[in-house]
């Protein structure tokens, strides 16, 4: 897959190719590299004055910053870090791909494209990286590129909602294609990629090593504790606009606001006296006039459909049942959202994947749990907050001994057959 002396040189000039490429399928209809707007958004709780267009560009604004906005974290990233040196010495696509990154197909010009396919580009350098980082084309990654004599040099790097919580179809090839904004992405491995960082002891990239792929600990940096929980999806909120897995905030915006100052290192303030948490980073605010258009695409977010094919009908029918019935999943997990959510938390006591010491309820603002929907289960495999069920059939079957339903193999089957069609 070695390149030619022509390779990277036609990277480089695909940048400015991309500026005149329109994006397509899923993108906000403008460039592709541009970054959000930089004007306040309006309020995602604006009543019924709001016209459909003005909603809609709240949501195409939302979009920009999900996918291209780091709030300013470059200071973590770059200045603490250090990843942009990481990045552009050791970051290979070969070893990106491999650590869950992925890479939108759609931001590649198609020259780029047929060169990669032809096996005609370095995937085992990390120029090739820094190359994909300029055309905005790495999911969550965004980097300020210089030309210093000819040669691409990564000045600046920072992360993006999108790291976590997007992932491709695949489309072009593993870990390549197009963007799918909300999925979970359960490929990614944060912990290694930070343990990466040249300004870390050998004690704390222990640590993150430890979390595997899928798993991040966002109360590792506020409580010195790890136990890390499964990345969730961002979609499927509509109509329930609070925070999963735990109860700490009444709405997407507090956990956005949560992650974009304690975990990404973005420019603003987080203050949680439940916590004990009181952060300011920088001496701006890069973050609060973009919750709510934030919050209005997250929300705009729907579940993906279970695809054909992929469970059986018939005893997903019998699931059905069988879920409103003597399995009971319904007392908790109810009505067309899957989730009791807007009117009550639950003790940890309650949650099929505890006991843990410490528990991940525990270290939460209001050590309880909200309990989580269910449609597009599929998707993000596995279960649980700490990903203890691999399969929906473990799910069932746990559920069946905590609280001795009775059930028999066939109805743990046709159960999960249930939760796949979801």
Known sequence: MRSSSKTLPLLAAAALTALFVPACGGGSGGDPAAGPSPSPAP?????????????????????????????????????????????????????ALAVG?????????????????????????????????????????????ETVNGVDRLKRVGITCALC???????????????????????????????????????????????GKGKYDPRFNVDGVSNPVVIPPAYGLQGINKVT???????????????????????????????????????????????????????????PAAPVGSFDVSAAARGQTLFAGAAQCATCHSGALFTDANSRLHPPSASMAEPETPSYASRSATKQYRTTPLRGLWQHAPYFHDGSAATPEDVVDRYNQRLNLGLTPQDIQDVAQYLKSL
């Open 43 to 95: 309020s995602a709780s604006a009543g019924p004055q709001d016209t459909s267009a003005a909603q809609a560009e709240l949501v195409a604004q939302g979009r920009q910053i999900f996918r291209f906005d780091t709030f300013g974290d470059e200071t973590r990233w770059t200045d603490t870090l250090r990843m942009h040196e990481v990045i552009e010495q050791a970051v290979s696509p070969k070893t």
């Open 101 to 145: 990154l992925k890479v939108d197909a759609e931001a590649i010009p198609a020259d780029v494209a047929a060169a990669i396919q032809a096996g005609q580009v370095d995937l085992d350098s990390p120029a090739t990286t820094v190359a994909l980082i300029k055309l905005n084309a790495v999911v969550g990654i965004k980097g300020e590129v």
């Open 165 to 211: 919580h997007s992932t491709v179809d695949d489309s072009f090839a593993k870990g390549i294609g197009k963007r799918l904004d909300g999925w979970a992405n359960r490929d990614l491995d944060p912990g290694a990629i930070i343990a990466l960082s040249p300004s870390l002891d050998a004690a704390r990239k222990a640590v993150y090593n430890s979390w």
């Open 245 to 303: 897995f735990t109860g700490d905030g009444d709405e997407p915006a507090y956990w956005n606001r949560y992650v974009g100052v304690v975990q990404m290192g973005g420019h603003g303030s987080f203050s949680e006296p439940r916590l004990g948490v009181n952060i300011t980073n920088g001496t701006d605010d890069l973050i609060s006039s973009k919750l709510p258009a934030l919050q209005a695409y997250q929300l705009s977010l729907a579940p």
